[in-house]
């Protein structure tokens, strides 16, 4: 499958350069990280969440876990995780449980982990669980430009 159509689209109308990789088919986002040699700080993963306006992905990196309560204190609102059948029916170009990391190109609302936004480099999942994505640090900002940042992760 390689990387999902939504996710190439949106990279590529915002010119943001990036480049896709293959590795071996992993369970986890901090797996991949392992397989792929990068640091699971800098490997952002998606985590969808539902909330009274109907669905919120939270963007973290692979070292960390969503903290739910720090997205309430931003948010201003109760949330809890998706199922993995909700998270798979917002992203039908993506494999199940390859969840992405930009809500924009999905018209989904999103919130990201301010700890991303150190690294030089990010990488994430292209849609698929053999696709590694990487983009620059400026880049990632770029796309996340205008979403709620914050520390949402422990």
């Not at 397989?35 to 973290?60: E, I, N, Q, R, T």
Request: glycine share 12%.
């Amino acid at each position: 499958m390689g990387i999902a159509l939504t996710m190439q689209e949106y990279l590529e109308d915002n010119r943001i350069p990036y480049e896709a990789s293959k590795h071996a088919r992993t369970g986890c986002s901090m797996m991949t990280a392992k397989a792929s040699h990068v640091p699971g700080g800098a490997l952002a993963k998606g985590v969808v969440l539902k909330w009274d306006d109907g669905y919120l992905l939270a963007v973290v990196p692979a070292s960390r876990h969503v903290d739910l309560g720090k997205i309430e204190n931003i948010i201003g609102e109760r949330v809890e995780l998706a199922s993995e059948e909700e998270a798979s029916a917002l992203f039908p170009d993506c494999d199940e449980g390859a969840v992405p990391v930009f809500g924009v190109p999905y018209r989904i609302a999103c919130v990201v982990d301010e700890g991303l936004e150190m690294h030089d480099d990010v990488w994430f999942e292209g849609g698929d669980h053999r696709t590694l994505v990487h983009v620059p640090g400026d880049g990632f900002a770029r796309l996340m430009y205008g979403v709620p940042h914050g520390r949402i992760s422990t």
